[in-house]
C-alpha cells in the first residue's frame, strides 16, 4: 500500500518500535519494550493531519487560495520550490489513508479543515457543496470503519 501522508509515515516508524497486535519492539536488542498496556485504559492511539499538509487539490472543486498558499508560492518560500499544491494527496486518496489507519488498529483521527474549501469567498460568500461533501466523506468513511473520535479545527 502507497503512504500518502505524513501522519501516516510517522505512525509507521512509531510502529516499526510499537507492534499494532501484540506491543513488542520490532528491536528486541531494547532493553524496556513499549507494549500497549503500558498505557492507560481507554487510551486511544490515533494519527493527526493539518488540511495543507496532506489535502494537496490546490484548486480543485471550488477550493480558493488561503495564505499558506500564497505564502508558499512566494519567491524564496521553500529552497526547492516546493508546496502544497499536491502535498500528500490526501483529497483523492483519503480512502487509501483511512483503510492504512484501520488496517494500523488506530481508533482515531484529528483533521483540521481547509476553510479556503469550506468557504472560498470567506465568511460573508456562499459555502462551497463540494468541500461539505469532501469532509463529510472523510467523516462517514471513518465511522463505517469503527473510529471513535473525530475532531476538527
Same mark, same amino acid.
Given at each position: 500500500?502507497?503512504?500518502?501522508?505524513?501522519?501516516?509515515?510517522?505512525?509507521?516508524?512509531? #510502529?516499526?518500535?510499537?507492534?499494532? *497486535?501484540?506491543?513488542?519492539?520490532?528491536?528486541?536488542?531494547? $532493553?524496556?519494550?513499549?507494549?500497549?498496556?503500558?498505557?492507560?485504559?481507554?487510551?486511544?492511539?490515533?494519527?493527526?493531519?493539518?488540511?495543507?499538509?496532506?489535502?494537496?487539490?490546490?484548486?480543485? =472543486?471550488?477550493?480558493?487560495?488561503?495564505?499558506?498558499? /500564497?505564502?508558499? +508560492?512566494?519567491? *524564496?518560500?521553500?529552497? =526547492?520550490? $516546493?508546496?502544497? =499544491?499536491?502535498? !500528500?494527496? +490526501?483529497?483523492h486518496l483519503y480512502m487509501q489513508d483511512i483503510e492504512m489507519m +484501520?488496517?494500523?488498529?488506530?481508533?482515531?483521527?484529528?483533521?483540521?479543515?481547509?476553510?479556503?474549501?469550506?468557504?472560498?469567498? *470567506?465568511? #460573508?460568500?456562499?459555502?462551497?457543496?463540494?468541500?461539505?461533501? #469532501?469532509?463529510?466523506?472523510?467523516? !462517514?468513511?471513518?465511522? +463505517? /470503519?469503527?473510529?471513535?473520535?473525530?475532531? #476538527?479545527?
Amino acid at each position: 500500500m502507497e503512504l500518502n501522508s505524513v501522519a501516516i509515515y510517522l505512525l509507521l516508524v512509531i #510502529f516499526t518500535f510499537l507492534d499494532a *497486535g501484540n506491543g513488542s519492539r520490532f528491536n528486541q536488542e531494547a $532493553e524496556d519494550p513499549i507494549k500497549r498496556s503500558d498505557f492507560p485504559p481507554g487510551f486511544l492511539f490515533g494519527a493527526a493531519t493539518s488540511a495543507y499538509q496532506v489535502e494537496g487539490a490546490y484548486l480543485e =472543486d471550488g477550493k480558493s487560495l488561503n495564505n499558506w498558499d /500564497k505564502f508558499c +508560492h512566494s519567491k *524564496g518560500c521553500a529552497e =526547492d520550490g $516546493e508546496n502544497g =499544491d499536491i502535498a !500528500d494527496d +490526501h483529497y483523492h486518496l483519503y480512502m487509501q489513508d483511512i483503510e492504512m489507519m +484501520h488496517s494500523l488498529g488506530l481508533k482515531a483521527y484529528r483533521f483540521s479543515i481547509s476553510w479556503s474549501r469550506i468557504l472560498p469567498s *470567506g465568511r #460573508f460568500g456562499e459555502v462551497n457543496p463540494l468541500g461539505i461533501r #469532501f469532509y463529510n466523506n472523510i467523516v !462517514d468513511n471513518l465511522i +463505517h /470503519k469503527g473510529k471513535r473520535l473525530v475532531s #476538527f479545527k
